[in-house]
């Protein structure tokens, strides 16, 4: 189970990370799971995401000001 200790809701997305765990995830408000997926990081490093082709970039903003860097996304 996740402990989501970061978590913000804007932009039509709900992004949420266990920096613990260093895994995330992401869902839109109207499309659900449809525009939504898994995040994973390294440290502070996102480094890998899956269920859509292209991070959408509400969730690139969301990500950024949570404190993560998106170096290549």
Same mark, same amino acid.
């Given at each position: 189970?996740?402990? @989501?200790?970061?978590?913000?809701? #804007?932009?039509? @997305?709900?992004?949420?990370?266990?920096? #613990? #765990?260093?895994? +995330?995830? @992401?869902?839109?408000?109207?499309?659900? &799971?449809?525009?939504?997926? +898994?995040?994973?990081?390294? +440290?502070?490093? /996102?480094?890998?995401?899956?269920?859509?082709?292209?991070?959408?970039? &509400?969730?690139?903003?969301? /990500? /950024? &000001?949570? +404190?993560?860097?998106?170096?290549? @996304?």
């Amino acid at each position: 189970m996740y402990n @989501f200790n970061k978590h913000i809701q #804007a932009q039509g @997305f709900d992004v949420k990370v266990d920096t #613990a #765990a260093n895994y +995330g995830c @992401f869902e839109h408000d109207e499309h659900g &799971e449809d525009l939504g997926g +898994g995040l994973w990081f390294e +440290g502070k490093n /996102l480094v890998d995401y899956d269920g859509v082709m292209v991070l959408p970039e &509400e969730v690139v903003s969301i /990500l /950024l &000001e949570m +404190g993560f860097i998106l170096d290549g @996304f």
